[in-house]
């Protein structure tokens, strides 16, 4: 089982930086993907961007030029830094890990408030 425990959120002015961080633990396997997802009032969780043990990244198109997915070496913590927040930025951040080759596993964290002043 793994467990994810993010950190990070916060109120922000519009402009303004923020890091989230998300650390992994139990039983962990190369070839995962981690990311962050966000989900507003009102509105269905969305992929923000996400990061393969390979590095490979991807993000979502409102994001792009202003968030960055990152990694640390032993490849069980993940960072997401956004700068430039936007008040429709707002919600709470979810980070993902999923595994989809065997041995499979998909896990939360318990999500982290981000709201963003205009």
């Known amino acids: 089982q793994v467990h994810l425990v993010e950190s990070g959120g916060g109120l922000v002015q519009a402009g303004g930086s923020l890091r989230l961080s998300c650390a992994a633990s139990?039983?962990?396997?190369?070839?995962?993907?981690m990311g962050w997802y966000r989900q507003a009032p009102g509105k269905q969780r969305e992929l923000v961007a996400d990061?393969?043990?390979?590095?490979?990244?991807k993000y979502t198109d409102s994001v792009k030029g202003r968030f960055t997915i990152s990694r640390d070496n032993d490849g069980n913590t993940v960072y997401l830094h956004m700068a430039g927040l936007k008040p429709e930025d707002t919600g709470v951040y979810y980070c993902?890990?999923?595994?989809?080759?065997?041995?499979?596993?998909?896990?939360w964290g318990q999500g982290t408030q981000v709201t963003v002043s205009s």
């Open positions: 990061i393969t043990s390979e590095g490979s990244t």
């Open positions: 139990g039983t962990l396997f190369g070839g995962n993907t």
């Open positions: 993902q890990i999923k595994r989809v080759y065997w041995p499979t596993y998909s896990s």
